[in-house]
């Protein structure tokens, strides 16, 4: 089945950087596009940034967008995500899940659904606080 083990968050102070990463089994990694997606308490999940097949698309959330790059290693089958100049409204748990979907779809008007996939890994914690 698919298996999702997100690394990499933590405690940072705002303006500061992480590099979250993401190993994925299960399936087969070179055949899906990606997603990061995080869930904030209170808020709805939204959709971080998602990556191609092949990495050469990308797409981001529009608060994400200039300061989170979204990467990934095929031979790996791991996804990363850079997050630069971090603010306290990125506080959230960071999961990654692949995608049926292409990097600019939304299913069911949900950010975070998927037709084809719906396990989440345990996700990462990402605090960002002075």
């Known amino acids: 089945q698919v298996q999702l083990v997100e690394s990499g968050g933590g405690s940072v102070q705002p303006g500061g950087s992480l590099r979250l990463s993401c190993a994925a089994s299960?399936?087969?990694?070179?055949?899906?596009?990606m997603g990061w997606y995080r869930q904030a308490p209170g808020k709805a999940c939204e959709m971080v940034a998602a990556?191609?097949?092949?990495?050469?698309?990308?797409n981001y959330g529009d608060s994400m967008a200039g300061r989170f790059t979204i990467s990934r290693d095929n031979a790996k089958s791991t996804v990363y995500l850079q997050m630069n100049n971090l603010k306290p409204e990125d506080t959230a748990v960071y999961y990654c899940?692949?995608?049926?979907?292409?990097?600019?779809?939304?299913?069911?008007?949900?950010?975070?659904?998927?037709?084809?996939?719906?396990?989440w890994g345990q996700g990462t914690q990402v605090t960002v606080s002075s």
């Open positions: 299960g399936f087969k990694f070179s055949s899906y596009g």
């Open positions: 899940r692949p995608r049926s979907i292409g990097i600019y779809d939304t299913y069911m008007d949900n950010e975070c659904e998927d037709p084809f996939f719906d396990a």
């Open positions: 990556i191609s097949i092949a990495g050469s698309g990308t």
